[in-house]
């Protein structure tokens, strides 16, 4: 058990650019999510995939937002013409759908928006 | 909607102490309750849970007990460690199976030796 893995750990960015996060679930683990998480609250629900499909996504996931994990696995978040209100930590977190009580979270990328 | 209400910290307690983290909940149906723990440098753990009213969840000596006439999941340890300084999040999950959780806003614990 490697544990979820999130890439890039840090991303600084300009106002207006487009960012990438990848994720890397437990390996057998067929649930993935993304979480978002501002300084001083807790974590707020964006968007899961059971496999390949992504079955659920939160208002919070506006249009400059997409998320995919095309082969069941890994999983990516691009933000498109990112804001200063995009700056947050962006968590991933994957669990089995037999157990899906127990969710495992990487450490997450925290995002700085310029 | 559904939401969570955590006690505001920071906390501050001495080693040993006795430990109780507040936690009430506003949700429709029976939803599932759940503590999560974040210590420095590392992703969120769950730390216990409890999926039906009167349910006691307890891990490493924490426990909290779902209670549905009064909304709430307190978090307690009867004498705390300094390994136990962290962030810790309360949280509710309305939907059997999805985990869609809903997390409060978390309570830091520093425990002092």
């Known amino acids: 058990d490697t544990g979820v893995s999130q890439d890039p750990r840090h991303k600084i960015t300009k106002r207006g650019q487009n960012v990438t996060f990848r994720c890397d679930p437990i390996?057998?683990?067929?649930?993935l999510y993304w979480y978002r998480q501002t300084l001083g609250q807790g974590p707020e629900f964006l968007t899961y995939f059971q496999n390949e499909a992504q079955l659920e996504k939160s208002r919070l996931l506006s249009d400059r937002f997409s998320a995919e994990r095309p082969k069941g696995s890994f999983s990516t978040l691009e933000i498109q013409r990112t804001e200063q209100g995009d700056s947050a930590m962006y968590l991933c977190a994957s669990s089995l759908w037999t157990r899906a009580e127990k969710l495992f979270f990487g450490s997450g990328t925290q995002l700085s928006v310029l | 909607g559904n939401s969570v209400t955590q006690m505001e910290g920071p906390v501050t307690l001495s080693e040993e102490a006795f430990l109780t983290i507040n936690c009430t909940y506003t949700a429709t149906g029976y939803p599932s309750l759940f503590w999560y723990v974040q210590y420095p440098g590392e992703g969120l753990q769950l730390l216990l849970k409890a999926t039906k009213a009167d349910d006691k969840g307890s891990n490493k000596g924490f426990e909290a007990t779902y209670r549905k006439e009064t909304t709430s999941f307190h978090l307690e340890k009867g004498s705390v460690q300094v390994s136990d300084s962290a962030v810790y999040f309360c949280a509710l999950s309305s939907i059997q199976g999805a985990q869609k959780l809903v997390f409060g806003q978390g309570t830091r614990l520093t425990i002092n030796p």
């Open positions: 390996s057998e683990h067929n649930r």
